[in-house]
């Protein structure tokens, strides 16, 4: 509707009404007049002026609309509504002005809010159809949830996503477009059923594992008094201890509150019994440092074995410090014990092996053998010594050469057999 230029100049009050002497008042519609009512107790112009301030309620209120429907924040068809109420109190009404005018300013407005209204309604349906959409895609979400296998949901995180899907259908619900009736109902009750099947799940499942953690709990209980019912045995309850580590192994979960306060007490027990091995070892410990030091004395003492040139007086000493040393008794730590002990093997290993080599060389079938290699060898070099001698006498340097070679050989041999 094209808006007014601007205030028109305005028009005397009696180029549109008029006043009988019997105060009868009426309006002028195009070439007539129509009476509008009586004012007999005043004068003409108060008549008039009364008359007058309805057309001016009427006017104002046709300004409002208009105004409204200029903002563009009102509703087009509640505007219309109200366009085509208020021209009905225009048509035929009890004032004094151009009520033909208003006629024609709301039959405009009439028609650009009947434009607007259609458009709105549009706008309106296509919200409808968005939000339809947008409730169908929680309601497909949280059916999806509800199909899945119970033992694959986490449910923590199932429970919050499921919070959060309620909370986005209420915000729509609220603040978003009024659907159809049946479509919401039908949304609704897919959304409500797969919500009620999904807690009932949850509660299913917290009540199994509620009761799983009690067995759990139980077993756990259970294992932890008989690890207790060990302390008086010390380290001698050690591999029962273990036994029952591994049983605690197979327990299951009890939950994080009570596995954590089980197993303070679990270990706890277990502490106790190593407690006792390592205070037992370290009185070992402390009563193998003079024995540490007696051996520490014996292997300096068999380190001289090795300068003793006698054999037999060498395997007579190491066999006295290897009585002694068995007599001083087992050693803390063990491994100390261990590398006192490689120490000592390592000198019996030598004289070990000038034994092996005494006997060697003492042995009469090796020697009958080293003496009959060693005639042979002598013999070969005599008949050598004569070749070379021919064969420098001849001149025949290659015979010379041949015959230098195998001498120089079989006199290493039997320098080798300490001839």
């Known amino acids: 509707m094209p808006r007014p230029a601007g205030p028109a ?16 008042v009426s309006v002028r519609e195009g070439d007539g007049w129509r009476e509008v009512g009586q004012y007999p107790d005043g004068t003409a112009e108060e008549a008039l002026a009364y008359f007058s301030r309805k057309f001016t309620d009427l006017a104002d209120k046709v300004a409002l609309l208009e105004q409204r429907h200029r903002g563009g924040g009102a509703s087009a068809a509640e505007l219309r509504t109200a366009a085509e109420r208020l021209a009905a109190d225009v048509s035929g009404a009890a004032a004094v002005g151009d009520l033909a005018g208003l006629s024609a300013r709301l039959d405009a407005l009439t028609e650009a809010l009947g434009a607007a209204s259609e458009a709105e309604a549009a706008a309106a349906r296509e919200a409808v159809e968005q939000a339809v ?12 949830l509800a199909a899945r296998d119970p033992k694959t949901i986490q449910w923590k ?12 259908w209420q915000s729509q619900q609220q603040n978003g477009p009024r659907l159809p009736k049946s479509t919401s109902q039908q949304l609704w009750k897919r959304f409500r059923d797969a919500r009620a099947s999904l807690d009932r799940r949850r509660r299913e499942f917290y009540a199994e594992m509620d009761e799983t953690h009690k067995a759990a709990r139980d077993r756990k209980t259970a294992l932890v008094e008989k ?13 029962a201890y273990r036994d029952l580590l591994e049983q605690w192994k197979g327990a299951g979960r009890a939950g994080r509150k009570a596995d954590d306060a089980l197993w303070a007490r679990f270990k706890a027990a277990g502490d106790v019994l190593y407690g006792a091995r390592a205070a037992r070892d370290a009185a070992e410990i402390e009563a193998s440092r003079e024995k540490i030091e007696q051996r520490e004395a014996l292997l300096e003492e068999a380190k001289a074995i090795a300068d003793e040139p006698e054999i037999a007086k060498a395997r007579a000493l190491l066999t006295g410090i290897q009585r002694r040393w068995d007599e001083v008794g087992r050693i803390f730590p063990r491994d100390r014990e261990r590398a006192l ?35 042979q060898l002598t013999e070969a070099i005599e008949k050598l010594e004569a070749e070379l001698a021919q064969a420098r006498a001849a001149g025949d340097t290659k015979a010379a050469a041949e015959a230098e070679e195998a001498l120089s050989a079989r006199k290493a041999w039997l320098s080798a057999l300490g001839g």
């Open 9 to 24: 100049a305005p028009v005397p009050v009696e180029q549109w009404g008029r006043v009988a002497e019997d105060g009868t």
């Open 133 to 144: 959409v947008r409730r169908t895609e929680l309601v497909e979400r949280i059916e999806e």
């Open 157 to 168: 995180q199932t429970s919050a996503e499921v919070a959060e899907l309620f909370e986005q």
């Open 227 to 239: 690890a207790e019912a060990l302390a008086p045995k010390g380290e001698d309850g050690i591999a």
């Open 341 to 375: 002990d490689d120490e000592l093997r390592r000198i019996e290993q030598a004289v070990r092996a000038r034994e092996d080599a005494d006997w060697k060389r003492n042995n009469p079938e090796t020697k009958a053998r080293a003496n009959d290699m060693t005639r």
